[in-house]
């Protein structure tokens, strides 16, 4: 559910008309609806009011302040994977006692300022961290909460590249390990064990292998509750696909029902950290044909955002869905790519595409979560603008790089 829609046979972000925006910030942009935005972090939290419960918004997937900032408003709190998400949800307002700190290489800096802000607890992914953690901790002088991610060992049935719950991932630690690891915890003077935690993969559109991760660590919590380990929080990650073609994931509310149902009688606060079913589908990269090219075999549209600005079709082959701004049902088949020299530089290949003119605008669905976070400046491609609309007006979020931001930091 967002609020792309047309009117007029003009596509809208709200009551903004994309072709406005493209005037007045130029191509490429990415735009976000703030009423989407509100709208998912309502509906997911709703959808667990049954029971206690903290949405941590996982702050990877869209990391601009101005965003972070609605979210603080909003009262989230934010899962953190960097000393540099951590500093900007700070920036922004968030409570770091709504803050935890996840991610399988954390530095002795990072867990230092994470330590002194005082964030909610640190998801621990290896025994080895969970010395350095104990380290920084005595060394300040400080208890720290603190609490394990598990790995279930349970195949998220995803792209692969976003799978992290079994044995051949980075992530987490073994069931076995974990038994382990809170055992030997209670010896470490500084570390207070207020959780377990586990987050299998992303963009997972069946409720099959969220069930498993379910019967898993309920099984896990009430082992350690048998043994006298007193926890205050299930983190149960985050992980909920969204629809950017024909998948027609689990509902929040579908979802939220699941995980409550298997946790309620644990007498245990929830903690979630969604990041892109709440961001996703509330963002386009709008971009503009530059020209069409016809090969032999083939037909191009080429268009001025690429793999720098949107990585996802090149890292995972993911579908985007391509409104064009100005109503068209024509079609054509057509590969959709971008001007950066490499041959992964696609957005859509062997598409049936709106038939379009070169100066002609496009809307790259779903394109809020894992879109800006994940881009860069390859090809001296300077960064794209973000713009946040709401209702009938909009904002910049973040300015189109120059050509001087790209040389700023060179020696
Ligand atoms: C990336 C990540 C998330 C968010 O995943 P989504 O699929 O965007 O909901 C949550 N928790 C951890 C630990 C992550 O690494």
Redesign the pocket.
Known sequence: MHYFEYHAGQLHCEQVPLQRIADEVGTPAYVYSERTLHRHVRVFDEAFQSVPHLICY?V??NSNINILRRFAEWGTGF?I?SGGELFRVLRAGGSPEKVIF??VGKTLQEIRYALDSGILFF?IESSAEMDLIHGVARQANKPVRVSI?TNPDIDARTHPY?S?GTQKNK?GVSLPEARELYRNMRQLSNVDVVGVSC?I????TEMGPFEEALASIRRFVLELQAEGVALKYLDF?????IPYDAEEPPSPAIYAASVACATRDLGIQLVL??????A?NAGILLTRVLLKKNQSAKKFLVVDAAMNDLIRPALYGSHHQLWPVREENNKEKVDVVGPVCESADFIARDRDVAVLHAGELLAVMSAG??GFSLSSNYNSRPRVAEVLVNGDSYQVIRRRESYEDLIRLEE
């Open positions: 996982a990877k997937a899962d994977v996840s991610g998801n991610r976003i992290t992530f987050h993969g992303s963009q997972i990650g985050g992980g909920l696909g950290e969604p990041g892109r079913v709440i996703g979560a894992y």
